[in-house]
């Protein structure tokens, strides 16, 4: 994956958890702490690779649709 994409993932991660969370600092929050979903790597870490990405889209869809981690 290049830088490019990597950003592009990110960004559309980060635009995901503004929907889900509500507000730009709740979403920066989450992408940058450690999350134990993710074997304590922040969401902005996890979405490196492409299973990292599909694991961080399936906790913001949780938390969007409120069901439990």
């Not at 990597?6 to 503004?18: E, K, P, T």
Request: aromatic content about 2%.
């Amino acid at each position: 994956m290049t830088a490019g994409e990597q950003m592009g993932q990110a960004a559309r991660l980060f635009a995901h958890a503004r929907r889900a969370l509500g507000t730009k600092a709740e979403a920066r929050e989450f992408m940058t702490s450690p999350h134990p979903e993710l074997d304590g790597r922040t969401p902005i870490e996890a979405a490196s690779t492409d299973s990292g990405t599909r694991r961080v889209e399936q906790i913001l869809n949780s938390l969007e649709n409120g069901l439990a981690i």
